[in-house]
């Protein structure tokens, strides 16, 4: 089955759940990454989160989500789409930490203290909006959870699950949000986090019925309508011509290093890997002087 998103709004308009199945972009992502199994599980929470905010977002908007902590991981970015394209990278994917009681111990990968920094581009010309908060535990659904909380004012539950196979690789990843908004009636509310604190593990429940069954589990007796279903792919948006204008912001001086010391550049992308070579021509070309070896 494909990877998936579900968005459903409560009849009575006060509950917005959405749950997703990110198997496949977790897999390829975390490969590409070169993850190792902590990392894995942490990134692979992370792009299901990720899915879930691109869910939330409107045509042509984007969002980034910049985990930043004082653990070997370093940091932890994701992007999604409005159409369902998400990616992700790793500061440091070989990082690893002994489990917690028994748990992937992805706070001790993360690190406790640091920072969630969100960036949400409106598109249409318009100023991006930022937003940050502390690592309150370091818990990746926790700390997005939080962040809706204290920075966007809307009460929110975000569970996220990621397991691995024999082989070390994603095996079920995906994950629910669940929003009270302004119309939520409180009955309903206390229903619904109740749900969620009998809920069995969310790998077992995706494995077993994928997104619609969670979904399905969430409300239980709560009658609701299902708004969209939309799939979730890795889309990287790196081009040769994107590494060209980034070269273009590097002063006359960092320019002719690149020449004269290195005879050229090589730029890998950190999310797809993808390498681009320039060569000295390249690099003189994309100068707005004339820089080439030897010239005062």
Known sequence: MNDHIVRALSSAGGIRVLTCGANNLAREVCTLQQASPTVSIALGRGLAGGALFGALLKTGQRIAMKFEGNGPMQKMIIEADADGAVRGCIGNPSAEAGPLDGRWNVPGVLGR????????????????????????????????????????????????????????????????????????????????????????????????????????????????????????????????????????????????????????????CEFCRQAYSFGITDLERLSPFSVTPGTP
């Open 113 to 268: 203290a640091g920072f969630l920094t969100v960036t949400k581009d409106i598109g249409m010309g318009g100023e991006p909006y930022h937003g940050m908060v502390q690592l309150r535990s370091s818990e990746i659904g926790d700390d997005l959870a939080y962040y809706l909380t204290d920075s966007e004012q809307v009460p929110s539950a975000i569970g996220l699950g990621a397991t691995l196979d024999s082989d070390g690789h994603i095996a079920i990843c995906g994950g629910f949000l669940v929003q009270a908004l302004p119309k939520a009636d409180s009955h309903e509310i206390e229903a619904i986090l109740a749900t969620i604190a009998m809920l069995p593990p969310l790998a077992e429940m995706l494995q077993t019925g994928g997104p619609e069954a969670l979904l399905g589990q969430l409300f239980g007796d709560i009658p609701y309508t299902l708004l969209e279903t939309h799939d979730l792919f890795f889309r990287c948006g790196c081009s040769r011509e994107k590494v060209e204008r980034a070269l273009l912001s590097f002063d006359f001086q960092e320019l002719r290093d690149m020449i004269d010391k290195d005879g050229g550049a090589e730029v890998t």
